[in-house]
């Protein structure tokens, strides 16, 4: 089975998470899934409860769910947001600059080649919530 | 011209090293060709008939002759010596090996050049007026705000996966260079109550649906910029469909939605993106607009010019554009020469423009999207030394403009999606027009062709259009009359039934014995062709 990779401290959600529908008619859920056509700013009212937002790639050429991820940091979110389905090495670095902070892959990913994305980029052009100065902030400073 | 900082150069390099990983991951067999597809692309590298084909950026076209230089020396380094300059101001290299890619990569960015999201299905090198910073009739310079736009949609976090690919233009000037409004954002640069802002125009395109952006929003402050176009582009990759890769450019979406829906939820979303910092600082556009500073024009260079060879005063009058200063002009290279490939250049001629654009031009050049180089900023005293090596080297041809100046994709002598060849026909209508001497009288005729339904020749756009279709197997081709990519944008229409090779020669000529019997006065083809109507055209096609 898919192996979790997560950059959190605190304790993993253990039980699956619902679909959004189910989750906006039953209210104690803390686990919800988005998938790509999801509007993941139904769930905007409802973020204080919510302790795991998963987000399906069905194909990772579906980049639905970056906006997805963005819209709920954005909104504030601090929960865990987990990036799961097709997620391959290539896509984790611009996931993680989306807000994503927990992936399960499909197949799972190699250690090395993981930290070897994530390290790749000394500097970023745009500013996202991830908090990284963006490249026209630093030439100012 | 901009030039990278180390932060620019930085990410240059980490993305070599991140495609030289890539490759090696997929020649060892630890990605899947599928897997690998995307991210080649995303530099890219395509695959052809029968090579893979590198398509190399060329920011709003802009070259200086180091950079033209070292297109020459790849060309022949790992290539057969040519490259093709694109409609998209890019340069493409036909005959590419796998192994080589991430070598050329590494040499390119020791020259501020890369291949960073040349294809795939993210936003595309951004083009502009190739007269920028020239054009006697232009607002302000467009390259600072094409510039800012390259870096916000450089590696951009969220839309490297679009439904489709997304190409933004920009320009300043009432005359439209760029086609901008069959780009997916048109971008226009205007003035209003003395402040400068940015006009939006938003799902136009071409391939097999046409579409003429409609006009989103009429002035975004220049301090608002970035941030309306992240929430165009937001929109568009949460709504854009992804059920039909036919149906997945941003055109359709805006078309399905009606502009004034798609244009709503852009403003919902921009009202949200302001309180984001999405903006970058106004000192990061300034700093960006001083490396666009006026060459250090002469005030006194003379307007006049010794016309006394005739070849020389037909070049003048066909290929150079009026400039903004007095007694210069920009001057363009023709790369159609008759029975030529559109846009091809052998290393030798990338050198000799390179040296022409480093003595005559400020040390710069610019690829325009007909497939032409123009020198942005010549003396005119200096013109007939530019002319008379040129014209040694075969690059003097004065057609500019005209029926030789042909627009063609590469078809099906590389192109795997292909129905039809495309440049076969194009020499042979160049070598008809040129062997009757009628190019000159027939004036400006933009003729564009494309070997299939997928638009990359502009056919949609041309005054003449010529599409190649497959008829039960046999190459076949529809003629096409009308369209136009200026300021007054227009689609052309089909003719009626399509013709074979040799007689879609004949068609052609056909159509302009038309436009010679009825025009008026100066009418160019296309005015004529508007005053007239298409039928008087089918009656002397098919009557
Ligand atoms: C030989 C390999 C090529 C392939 C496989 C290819 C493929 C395509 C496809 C599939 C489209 C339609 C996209 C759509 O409508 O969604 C397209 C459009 C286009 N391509 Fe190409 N192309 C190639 C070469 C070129 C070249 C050499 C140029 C420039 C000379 C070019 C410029 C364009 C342009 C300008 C469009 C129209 C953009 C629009 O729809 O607005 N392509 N291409
Ligand atoms: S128009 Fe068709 S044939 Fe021509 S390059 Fe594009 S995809 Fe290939």
């Known amino acids: 089975m898919a192996e ?25 859920a803390n686990a919800v899934r988005i998938e790509p056509g999801d509007d993941a700013r139904a769930l905007l009212p409802h973020l204080d409860q919510v302790s795991l937002v998963e987000v399906n790639f069905p194909v990772f050429g579906d980049g639905r769910g970056y906006s997805a991820a963005r819209i709920l940091r954005e909104a504030g979110y601090t929960g865990e947001l987990r990036a799961v389905g097709d997620v391959l090495v290539d896509q984790i670095a611009l996931m993680r600059r989306c807000g994503f902070d927990a992936f399960e892959p499909d197949k799972p990913l190699d250690d090395a080649d993981v930290e070897t994305a994530l390290a790749r980029w000394p500097h970023v052009y745009q ?14 400073e | 011209m901009y030039r990278y900082d180390h932060y620019d150069q930085a990410m240059v390099d980490a993305r070599v090293a991140e495609f030289r990983d890539q490759a090696q991951r997929r020649l060892d067999g630890k990605l899947t060709e599928d897997q690998f597809k995307p991210l080649r692309l995303m530099n890219g590298l395509y695959l052809q008939l029968h090579a893979y084909m590198l398509r190399v950026a060329i920011p709003y076209g802009t070259l200086d002759s180091r950079q033209m230089r070292m297109l020459a020396d790849i060309a022949e380094k790992y290539d057969r010596g040519y490259g093709h300059f694109t409609t998209r101001q890019n340069i493409q290299y036909n005959w590419i090996k796998l192994e080589d890619a991430a070598d050329i990569l590494a040499d390119l960015a020791t020259v501020e050049m890369h291949a960073i999201q040349t294809s795939g299905n993210c936003i595309r090198n951004i083009s502009s007026d190739h007269f920028a910073g020239a054009a006697a009739d232009e607002l302000v310079d467009p390259r600072p705000y094409a510039e800012l736009l390259r870096q ?64 989103v929003r009429d002035f975004v402050p220049l301090d608002q910029l970035v941030t309306y176009a992240e929430a165009c582009l937001r929109v568009y990759n949460r709504h854009g469909r992804r059920d039909n890769k036919y149906k997945a450019r941003i055109k359709i979406l805006v078309h399905e939605l009606g502009a004034e829906e798609y244009t709503r939820q852009v403003e919902e979303e921009f009202a949200h993106l302001l309180g984001q910092g999405i903006e970058p600082p106004l000192a990061e556009l300034e700093r960006i607009k001083d490396f666009f500073p006026d060459p250090a024009f ?162 949609h756009a041309g005054h003449i259009g010529i599409l190649g279709v497959d008829r039960k197997g046999v190459e076949n081709y529809q003629l096409l009359l009308g369209g136009s990519e200026a300021q007054d944008t227009a689609l052309a229409k089909i003719t009626g039934p399509g013709f074979d090779e040799e007689g879609i020669v004949d068609a052609v000529e056909k159509a302009t014995d038309v436009y010679l019997d009825q025009r008026q006065g100066g009418e160019r083809f296309l005015d004529t062709y508007r005053r007239i109507g298409m039928t008087p055209f089918k009656e002397a096609l098919y009557g």
């Open chain 2, 152 to 215: 916000w949609s450089s590696f951009h976090p969220e839309f490297s996966y679009l439904p489709r690919k997304f190409k933004i233009a920009v320009i300043a000037s009432e005359s439209d260079r760029a086609a901008m409004r069959l780009h997916d954002i048109g971008i226009r640069i205007v003035e209003k109550g003395g402040m400068l802002g940015a006009a939006f125009y938003v799902g136009g395109g071409m391939g097999r649906t046409p579409m003429i952006a409609p006009l």
């Open chain 1, 127 to 140: 500013p996202t919530t991830d908090g990284r100065v963006p490249i026209r902030t630093k030439r100012h």
């Open chain 1, 4 to 28: 979790l990779l997560r950059f959190r401290d605190d304790e993993a959600v253990d039980h699956p998470a619902v679909t959004v529908d189910s989750f906006l008619g039953q209210s104690n």
């Open chain 2, 298 to 459: 002469s005030t006194d260079a003379p307007t006049d010019i010794d016309r006394s060879d005739s070849a020389f005063a037909l070049w003048v009058d066909r290929n150079t554009h009026p400039h903004k200063i007095p007694g210069h002009a920009s001057a363009v290279i023709s790369l159609k020469p008759v029975g030529g490939i559109p846009g091809d250049a052998t290393a030798g001629q990338m050198r000799l423009m390179a040296n022409l654009a480093e003595r005559y031009s400020f040390d710069e050049c610019r690829v325009m999207h007909t497939q032409n180089v123009v020198l942005p900023h010549v003396r005119m005293a200096d013109l007939h030394a530019i002319w008379t090596e040129l014209e040694a080297a075969g690059l003097g041809s004065p057609n500019l403009d005209t029926i030789e100046d042909i627009i063609a994709c590469p078809g099906l002598d590389y192109c795997s999606l292909a129905n039809a060849r495309s440049i076969p026909v194009a020499q042979r209508i160049q070598e008809r027009f040129a062997e009757t001497g009628r190019t000159e009288v027939l004036g400006e005729l933009k003729l564009k062709i494309s070997g299939c339904i997928n638009a990359c020749g502009h056919h």
